[in-house]
């Protein structure tokens, strides 16, 4: 005969079970693309390892991917038989592979932490993969043998910083991103002319000890090679912190141009369900404030509760929200060969 | 069968991996270059020729082109400068360590490209051992720009080909026979003038083969121009990179590399017929 306690197991055990087997459902493994380096060491362990430890059944296979370019190729070339489940890149690249049908269109019914998102994180993406990541154009500098230190933008034009400078030059959305701010510093708005960018650059330019900073602009302070660089904020922040504060990050008070990396489901993903439910942790609140405190990228779910301090070096703080340079990066894309081009004639030959 | 039938079939295993690994993906390049990019930078399927004439249409492909061959003219012309006499000496010399001098000579083919161009960096950088020395010895006050230029660029690639140069000028010397340079001194030649009338000649087929060689490598060379030019060597190498892996832009990528093979196989012929009648 059925006892009261053994009725309640029951009922317990009856609603429990959907969920159960939801879990139980998490298996196999699935393959994340992003960038390599630090990212990929911090992204790991703030976001992936709580991933694993939340589904024990599914493996995350990690593969670094380049560029972000580098990275909608790959996708793209493996169209017919996708091996990447999950991709997180830039998105001038993933819109992109958006419209060549890469990735998949996420619904709020399928996914309601997309509800969560702060609305620019949502448009980014449009229908598809939304923003996982907000960052923003820094300048990177060697606080210890740059004396005075950096200020502003306009201090790139300082004569004491003749052959001092890295700067990525387009196609490298560094570039594309200075070019914006530049005109802006100038009285100019990008979406009209950049004439004015393109005339103080070229008169920067032979100020310019590489146009292309390898393996990157922080290294190359930290080597000595120069002692100011174009970077991204948290990476800055990071190795500011890392170098023991010797990389000195500025956002230049004349404005800066937000960076955004969208999270993206590859479509015909041979595990749909564990990729499906990593996005949604990726976005989730938890996910988001320890990679924001572990690595100052700005949290795109506007629910996530960071730690002032942590918010404060990032592109969500008020004064950098300020700063920002509206930049539609769709329509960066449309000129950006023009753009590459007048640099390579106009500002490149002048450093020759 | 006779042996001599079936002796093509040795080439059969060679064949096969050629075909797999380059004549399959060389066509899929150039089913590429049909294709179109539209203004979102999303790739169209097409079969158009449209990506190939504006490509050409741009007078940036000229300039690249011209920046290619310039940059191999000028690193082959030095490294040929440096390998002939080295090559020439390996060659004949005597010397019972003349099998680990060959060896020293090519040894930098044993070495990653990406190693030696940051070795270059640590040697030719503002604070680099040349002008550290140079500096030191008060012959300069401000560091030199050796790297991020046309001259780093030239630099390392002159290095990077000499040791194949090396190779192909050791292989070509066959044809030195020392007995017409003894008779050239016996007549009264001077040293001089027996190297101009008669070593000289006699390895010219040689060096053409060397600096065919050389050009061909220099043209196809990526990784010197990329990390040693700091963006300011714009070749084909370096571009149909840019367009692949940066701006998404496969279809712009395969006609420059269709095009960069074509004036390559086109070069290489071009050195094999001046070789072949020069031997003549």
Excluded: C
Excluded at chain 2, 219 to 246: C, D, H, N, W
């Amino acid at each position: 005969m059925p006892t009261r306690r053994l009725i309640l197991q029951t009922g317990l055990a009856t609603i429990a079970m959907p969920a159960v087997l939801r879990a139980q459902s998490l298996s196999g493994q699935i393959t994340l693309m992003s960038y390599t380096g630090i990212f990929q060491d911090n992204y790991t362990k703030a976001v992936i390892e709580p991933f694993l430890a939340a589904n024990p059944g599914v493996k995350v296979n990690y593969a670094p991917g380049g560029t972000s370019a580098q990275m909608v190729g790959s996708v793209r070339a493996q169209k017919a038989d996708p091996q990447i489940d999950v991709a997180i890149m830039d998105v001038t690249t993933s819109s992109i592979g958006n419209i060549e049908g890469l990735f998949e269109k996420l619904t709020p019914a399928e996914f309601p932490v997309l509800d969560e998102l702060a609305p620019e994180a949502r448009a980014a993406g449009g229908e598809f993969g939304p923003a996982v990541t907000f960052d923003h154009l820094v300048l990177v500098y060697d606080t210890q043998n740059l004396k005075p230190p950096l200020t502003k933008l306009a201090d790139l034009w300082r004569p004491d910083l003749k052959g001092q400078i890295a700067l990525s030059a387009p196609p490298n959305i560094q570039g594309l991103a200075l070019t914006a701010m530049v005109e802006k510093m100038e009285g100019g708005d990008h979406r009209k002319s950049i004439d004015a960018a393109m005339k103080r650059l070229k008169e920067l330019a032979p100020s310019v000890n590489t146009f292309e900073p390898n393996p990157d602009g922080y290294s190359l302070i930290l080597n000595g090679v120069v002692k100011v660089a174009t970077g991204w904020n948290a990476r800055s922040q990071l190795y500011g912190d890392q170098s023991n504060g010797r990389i000195g990050t500025l956002l230049p008070p004349e404005g800066s141009v937000f960076q955004i990396n969208t999270i993206n489901l590859t479509a015909g993903s041979k595990n749909r369900v564990a990729a499906a439910a990593f996005v949604k942790h990726a976005l989730s609140q938890p996910a988001q404030k320890a990679f924001t405190e572990r690595m100052f990228y700005a949290p795109t779910n506007a629910k996530a509760q960071v730690d002032p301090k942590a918010v404060a070096r990032t592109a969500a703080a008020p004064e950098s929200r300020a700063s920002m340079i509206p930049v539609d990066w769709n329509d960066i894309l449309k000129v950006r060969d023009q753009w590459n081009n007048r640099w390579r004639r106009e500002v490149i030959s002048a450093a020759r | 069968m006779t042996g001599s039938r079936r002796l093509p079939l040795l080439l059969l295993p060679a064949g096969l991996f050629v075909l797999a690994i380059y004549a399959w993906p060389t066509l899929l390049l150039l089913r590429n270059a049909f294709n179109e990019v539209g203004p979102t930078g999303a790739m169209v399927e097409a079969w158009s020729l449209k990506t190939a004439t504006d490509t050409f249409a741009d007078g940036f492909t000229l300039e690249l082109t011209l920046n290619s061959l310039q940059l191999s003219l000028s690193a082959t012309a030095i490294a040929l400068a440096l390998s002939y006499p080295l090559s020439l000496f390996l060659f004949r010399t005597d010397s019972r360590f003349r099998g680990l001098l060959a060896v020293i000579a090519i040894l930098p083919m044993l070495i990653s490209g990406v190693v030696r161009v940051f070795g270059w960096l640590a040697i030719l950088g503002d604070r680099g051992l040349v002008n550290t020395m140079l500096q030191s010895l008060g012959l300069i006050s401000a560091p030199i720009k050796l790297v991020f230029n046309w001259t780093g660029v030239t630099i390392g690639l002159a290095e990077s080909i000499m040791p194949y140069m090396v190779l192909a000028l050791l292989a070509g010397f066959g044809q030195l026979d020392r007995t017409l340079e003894e008779a050239s001194r016996s007549l009264g030649a001077s040293p001089v003038r027996t190297f101009w009338r008669v070593t000289l000649p006699l390895s010219l087929p040689a060096i053409v083969l060397a600096a065919g060689l050389g050009f061909v490598l220099s043209m196809s060379a990526y990784i010197t121009p990329k990390l040693l030019g700091g963006g300011r060597v714009f070749v084909l190498a370096t571009e149909i990179f840019e367009q692949a892996t940066t701006n998404t832009n496969w279809p712009v990528a395969a006609v420059l590399a269709i095009y960069t093979l074509g004036l390559l196989l086109f070069l290489l012929v071009l050195s094999n017929l001046l070789a072949r009648s020069l031997r003549r």
